[in-house]
């Protein structure tokens, strides 16, 4: 099962458990412990008394009390000293401790906030970096769903020079597109330059383009070898999931590693296996040509299939334009960017 970046506020978060980012103590505290202890009650406090504390890394578990979600597991991350004090390894051991306990209980989904990049002063691009790695590798092994809560936007923070890289990206991409937007409002439409040709060579047999002055002739045709119009013929008629899975077997990837890497869900992956006709949406789209490490133009292509284009003029193709384009095909980095610019997330 996936993982979801989302941004609200974990005591609001009905999940088998939330992860509460706790002192030593377990006593409660400020940021997020404090905010678990109000919303969960006096219980959770009587119940967490009776634990004698925990040590970094290592996480304890006890009931939900008040909250929507029905455990918490407490963790305790590091205090951010420089990091050279060990701080990556006890941090990433956090998320291992408390998706272990999750496992143990047999918990079908957790929540998490970015544990130490509060009042412990972790890095919050380092922070989220641990959290995605860890959870990640676990999930390549176990089906959960876990969520990363952020609560407040400021929180989260990819690194500065992806941040700067893709913003660029984006204004580069935008103003191209509003040149050849203005471009194309100062030539003659599509009609005006086919009525130009009126009286002079109106063929039945041509057909105009927007970006030939000259008609094509329809006779010019028979060029093209009839094996390869059959084979055009038979891409055209490939469904969706037709071209997913024929592209899954020229990967030699099995199924799982697809679905996985796609940030899929399984029961979707089966959904859309046996109906040839499925139509995804086009995150889902977009999620397995980049788990199948498309190009641009087969991530059209693979587009076109479910009835979706990839643009200029939205922040969103140009970010997964600015991935492919640059061979980064982690689905996870390019959550974490989508996320960043508020799109929508890839994955189901
Ligand atoms: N939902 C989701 N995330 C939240 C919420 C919320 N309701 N509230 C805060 N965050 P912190 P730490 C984010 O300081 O750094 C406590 O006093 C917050 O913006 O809660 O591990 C404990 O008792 C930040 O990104 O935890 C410890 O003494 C992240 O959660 C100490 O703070 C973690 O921030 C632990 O410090």
Redesign the pocket.
Known sequence: MPLKLIK????KLSCDAIVN???QTLL?????????HRAAGKGLLFECMKLGGCRTGEAKVTKGYGLPSRFVIHTV?PKWRGGADGEEEKLRSCYRSALSIAKERGFESIAF??????????P?DQALKVAVDEITAFLDDNDMLVYI????KA?YRISEKLFDDISSFIDVKYTAERFVESDRADRPSEKSVCAGFQGKMPRKSSVCFEDTAEPVRLNSVPQIKKASLDDILKTIDESFSEMLLRKIDEKGMTDAECYKKANIDRKLFSKIRSDRTYRPSKTTAIAFAIALELSLEETKDMLMKAGFALSHSNKFDIIIEYFITNGNYNVFEINEALFAFDQVLLGA
Not at 113 to 122: C, D, Q, V
Not at 149 to 152: G, K, L, N, Q, Y
């Open positions: 609200e506020d974990i005591t980012a706790a002192n409660g505290g400020g940021g997020v412990d404090g905010a678990i991350g906030p970015l544990i130490s990049s509060g009042a412990y002063g972790y919050k809560a952020v609560c407040d929180d």
